[in-house]
């Protein structure tokens, strides 16, 4: 007794399941099942019994997971956002490799290839101008040297090219 009061337990706080270690321990399940993408309403109910918690409770944890994951994007830099997307990336083309989704993996690296740039479209401008007819073979001529530079830089081979003679052009006239 304390002051003529009878002394009582202690209560649990309401809504509360577990201590922290064991609210951390399920929001780290949740996360899993978030980046996974395994989210269903069946692994929702499925986490909430693992955890002896509500469904609500783990729709509110993944939330909260949402939540935190939206105000870090807001702190990270470009880098370090493309950096967490690029290990995502990762993460997911494993996880298909190991589970034989090789269509999975081809796109995957497809869209990784596209978003660093590495197919993007390579654009090469030759521009000539021709003031008379007789400017016609030396542009011709021009055009045919550059194009096997033009080929090297996007990385294909050079067709087989016709040579055109610009002397023996001149000489006949």
Do not use: Y
């Not at 309401?14 to 899993?32: I, L, S």
């Not at 693992?50 to 990270?76: C, H, L, N, Y």
């Not at 003031?131 to 294909?156: N, Q, W, Y």
């Amino acid at each position: 007794m304390v002051n003529g009061n009878a002394k009582l337990p202690p209560m649990k706080s309401r809504g509360r399941k577990g201590t922290d270690e064991d609210v951390q321990r399920r929001r780290d399940v949740v996360e899993a099942r978030l980046v996974k993408g395994d989210w269903t309403l069946r692994r929702q109910s499925q986490v909430a019994a693992q955890f002896g918690v509500t469904p609500r409770m783990v729709r509110d944890d993944a939330a909260k997971i949402r939540r935190e994951w939206a105000s870090q994007e807001q702190e990270q830099t470009t880098e370090e956002i493309r950096s967490d997307w690029r290990q995502r990336v990762q993460a997911t083309i494993n996880q298909a490799m190991e589970l034989g989704h090789t269509t999975t993996v081809a796109r995957l690296l497809a869209t990784e290839a596209r978003v660093l740039g590495l197919e993007a479209p390579q654009q090469v401008d030759i521009r000539a101008q021709v003031h008379t007819i007789e400017d016609a073979p030396r542009l011709a001529a021009d055009l045919l040297k550059a194009l096997p530079a033009a080929c090297e830089l996007l990385g294909v081979s050079a067709p087989a090219l016709p040579v055109i003679n610009i002397e023996d052009e001149n000489e006949t006239e």
